[in-house]
């Protein structure tokens, strides 16, 4: 980023909180007494897909979290604190895995390449492979392969976080939150519900990693 586009965001941010400020007077102050966001949404870093922006809500309303390819690993210190804080505290209703076509993460997983510190991290995704390699071999067009393995990797991920301990101890307790599984699509701009069965994954993950209330 040159100087000059450094000092565009500094005047885009003060022109920001005068439009905000001519629009709602009190909306600084509400917004730094408390937070109540309803979604915990889990998405890719990749720059183009802004969680606020694409979901059409105002500040205060998701609590994010992003990585490369959003994954959700469970040795993943950062990742398990956010979980815990957005479902155990601000006891979020909905927790949102999203993917997108076209994620660097995705492809880069799939080339036969030493990235360095990467390994380990797509490796995730290589595992997300190999659980589905029949399916996505039978796919021949390079591009709709990896386009299947986007969406595969946000159901395998739903799994991961339905598998925590955060999420089965809260739902047992209160019913919620409910985890969803979207895709977003950079061409059209558009998420697709991939429509996780939840109640029906929940129980098919409790046969194995059930866990229960301390009385």
């Not at 500040?59 to 956010?82: C, M, Q």
């Not at 995705?106 to 290589?126: F, H, S, T, Y």
């Amino acid at each position: 980023m040159t100087d000059s586009n450094y000092r565009r965001i500094l005047e885009n941010n003060r022109k920001w909180v005068a439009q905000r400020n001519a629009e709602d007077p009190t909306f600084f102050q509400k917004l730094a007494a408390e937070q109540h966001p309803e979604f915990l949404f889990v998405g890719c870093a990749d720059s183009r897909v802004p969680a606020s922006t694409i979901m059409g809500v105002e500040p205060g309303e998701v609590f994010v979290h992003r990585n490369i390819a959003n994954l959700v690993v469970n040795t993943d210190s950062n990742f398990v604190s956010v979980l815990y804080y957005a479902v155990d505290i601000l006891k979020v209703d909905h927790v949102v895995v999203c993917g997108h076509y076209g994620c660097g993460g995705i492809k880069a997983a799939m080339q036969p390449r030493d990235l360095g510190v990467l390994n380990g991290w797509l490796r995730e995704i290589r595992d997300v492979y190999r659980l589905h390699k029949e399916e996505l071999n039978a796919i021949a067009d390079e591009d709709a392969r990896y386009r299947r393995l986007v969406e595969l990797n946000v159901r395998e991920q739903c799994v991961n976080i339905i598998k925590t301990a955060v999420v089965q101890r809260n739902y047992l307790r209160r019913q919620l939150p409910t985890v969803h599984g979207w895709v977003y699509d950079l061409a059209s701009g558009l998420i697709h519900d991939q429509e996780i069965p939840f109640q029906e994954t929940l129980d098919m993950v409790r046969e194995i990693y059930d866990l229960k209330l301390d009385d």
